[in-house]
């Protein structure tokens, strides 16, 4: 496995392509004890002048206790070769299989953070504030009767990038 750092301005990728469409793994650990999920929904940019990622997760699926106790989360992103272990990792819950036997990747365990040997691009995202989505709040009434019909809204998580990742 060969990283190297390099600053998020200069992330080769179109940001809404990898997270759209390429989607990417979100994972967040406790200790030696982890979870990912697969996302298509966040958002990446500027705000309180740090670099930062949204990320949302529902409180059903179990990567969520996960995000609530540590600290970071990554956002790992693959190429397409590896797009049935992320429709497996979305699909699949961690509370009743280990998506890595299934899946073949490889965690590499940090301190309070996990992210992928076979990725190609990874954020470290230190947590920095949440919130959950209020139904009061839309504008678009559209929204929130498609998306949460269940009203099982998403918690949305602010991360400051503090580490941008590429495979060499």
Request: hydrophobic share 40%; proline share 4%.
């Amino acid at each position: 496995m060969r990283f190297r750092a390099i600053d998020p301005r200069q992330i080769p990728d179109n940001i809404f392509k990898l997270i759209g469409d390429d989607w990417m793994l979100l994972s967040a650990a406790c200790g030696e004890d982890f979870n990912t999920m697969t996302a298509s929904w966040a958002t990446a940019g500027v705000l309180w002048n740090k670099p930062v990622v949204q990320a949302f997760v529902r409180p059903q699926r179990h990567t969520y206790g996960f995000m609530e106790k540590s600290p970071y989360f990554t956002c790992c992103f693959f190429d397409e070769n590896y797009r049935d272990a992320l429709s497996f990792c979305g699909r699949t819950s961690g509370r009743d299989t280990d998506k890595m036997a299934a899946t073949g990747l490889t965690p590499h365990l940090g301190d309070s953070q996990v992210y992928f040997e076979e990725a190609r691009l990874v954020l470290v995202c230190r947590k920095l504030y949440a919130a959950d989505i209020d139904p009061l709040s839309f504008y678009d009434d559209g929204v929130e009767a498609t998306v949460y019909a269940k009203r099982d809204y998403h918690r949305a998580y602010f991360g400051e990038i503090v580490e941008c990742l590429v495979k060499e």
